[in-house]
């Protein structure tokens, strides 16, 4: 399993990567080998400012549709276009070009409660 090092990682499998004062937020690639193939992602959040842990969208496969939580607060301030018409790009590339939003940190200290790469690791076994 893909777990890069220099990434943060929530106990809900999304990953979140800082640039500044904007954050890259995608799922890892855990969550899309367990999710299956992914048909559809609905975000509709963008310019809305959502709270740690607040739902920012949903994501579909065959089989499911799970919910993607904020890891950070902040402003949604860009959702990946790419994902809206070629969503399996989420199984093929989910720490590069599927990632899924960009956010404007409101508290750049909540990085501190997210997971490391190795604490990400002993999580899902």
């Not at 809900?12 to 999710?35: R, Y």
């Not at 899924?100 to 909540?110: E, M």
């Amino acid at each position: 399993m893909n777990v890069p090092a220099d990434l943060k990682y929530t106990k809900d499998h999304e990953w979140i990567k800082v640039d500044g004062d904007v954050a890259t937020v995608g799922i890892t690639d855990f969550a899309q080998s367990e999710l299956g193939d992914i048909v559809y992602v609905e975000i509709e959040t963008e310019g809305e400012t959502l709270d740690q842990e607040e739902v920012f969208g949903s994501i579909e496969a065959v089989k499911t549709v799970s919910d993607l939580f904020m890891p950070v607060g902040g402003e949604v301030i860009e959702i990946n276009e790419e994902i809206e018409s070629n969503p399996e790009v989420i199984n093929s590339d989910a720490y590069g070009s599927g990632w899924l939003i960009k956010v404007k940190l409101t508290d750049a200290s909540q990085l501190d409660d997210l997971l490391s790469a190795d604490a990400y690791k002993d999580l899902i076994g």
